[in-house]
């Protein structure tokens, strides 16, 4: 209680409420301050004002032409918007409860009931990068949807711990990969084969946070790692076969994401996320800040 006043203070892990009514109505005093933690980001490609995130503690909002909505409650986790219709978004809560809307959040249908086994606190799910009707998701295993998560059909068998990170080659679906946070696998074949390609990777004292694949070849991938050393962000060019180190510039803190920006067709451009900011490398140069 503030001091000599019947107005009641009350802090949770999404903002700081008063009332001054005795609970009858609650302000958000915390409304206006920007002090979210996103986890995911979706960015629709077929409009330019459409967004949706994901938030630690205050559900998924969608911006549409500037304006913001609350369209899931809960932890926000990873979440998309179909590259060809902006209508159809998708959402999740934690442990991997997916949700779908294809009226652009007037209605929206759980769709990973028919899921079995247990997802991560942020578990990863894709659209594919060559037909939005397909659908991937990791939860111990790896699930697939050729119909907008309507049915899922389970395409690895390790089983065990949580997959963490997920990507499919933008240039060839059969390619596909996916990670704990110690081991990545691969498979070229659509899921009908795997193989682990951790080799090379520092998976003992470090873990595996993000896989990137190239836009136009589906064996250079580049994986983040976080750890308090210099073994920030590693790269393939042959499909996992073996794995370089090109962490210099990074500083010596964990590395969230790792992304090629695909504008750039001259050199690779990377952009790295890290706990004190962005990073950029291009080409052959070292990582600089990009804040």
């Avoid at 892990?13 to 002090?35: F, Q, R």
């Avoid at 390790?158 to 596909?176: D, R, T």
């Avoid at 595996?208 to 962000?233: A, H, L, M, Q, R």
Wanted: charged residues 10%; aromatic residues 12%; hydrophobic residues 30%.
């Amino acid at each position: 209680y503030q001091n000599g006043t019947s107005t009641l203070f009350e802090c949770n892990d999404g903002g700081v409420y008063k009332t001054t009514n005795s609970g009858g109505s609650w302000t958000d005093i915390t409304n206006t301050m920007a002090i979210s933690q996103i986890y995911r980001i979706g960015v629709a490609q077929s409009v330019s004002n459409d967004v949706i995130c994901g938030l630690q503690d205050n559900g998924t909002k969608n911006q549409e032409n500037s304006v913001w909505d609350d369209v899931i409650g809960g932890d926000g986790m990873d979440c998309a918007i179909d590259p060809n219709n902006a209508n159809i978004q998708y959402g999740e809560l934690y442990y991997g409860n997916i949700q779908k809307t294809t009226n652009h959040w007037f209605s929206s249908v759980t769709i990973s009931d028919g899921i079995s086994g247990s997802g991560a606190w942020v578990t990863p799910y894709v659209i594919d990068p060559n037909n939005s009707q397909v659908l991937y998701v990791g939860y111990d295993d790896l699930w697939k949807s050729t119909n907008q998560g309507n049915s899922w059909t389970q395409i690895s068998s390790w089983g065990g711990s949580n997959l963490q990170s997920l990507a499919v080659a933008p240039s060839n679906s059969q390619y596909i990969y996916t990670a704990t946070y110690s081991t990545i696998y691969k498979t070229s074949n659509g899921g009908t084969s795997w193989t682990d390609i951790s080799s090379g990777l520092p998976v003992f004292s470090n873990s595996i946070t993000f896989i990137s694949v190239k836009n136009d070849d589906p064996n250079t991938v580049w994986v983040s790692i976080s750890g308090y050393n210099s073994e920030g962000v590693y790269q393939t060019t042959n499909g996992g076969s073996s794995w370089t180190n090109i962490s210099s510039g990074l500083p010596q803190l964990p590395v969230n994401y790792v992304i090629q920006i695909r504008q750039n067709t001259a050199e690779n451009e990377l952009y790295a996320a890290t706990d004190v900011g962005g990073y950029v490398k291009v080409g052959s140069s070292n990582w600089t800040a990009f804040y």
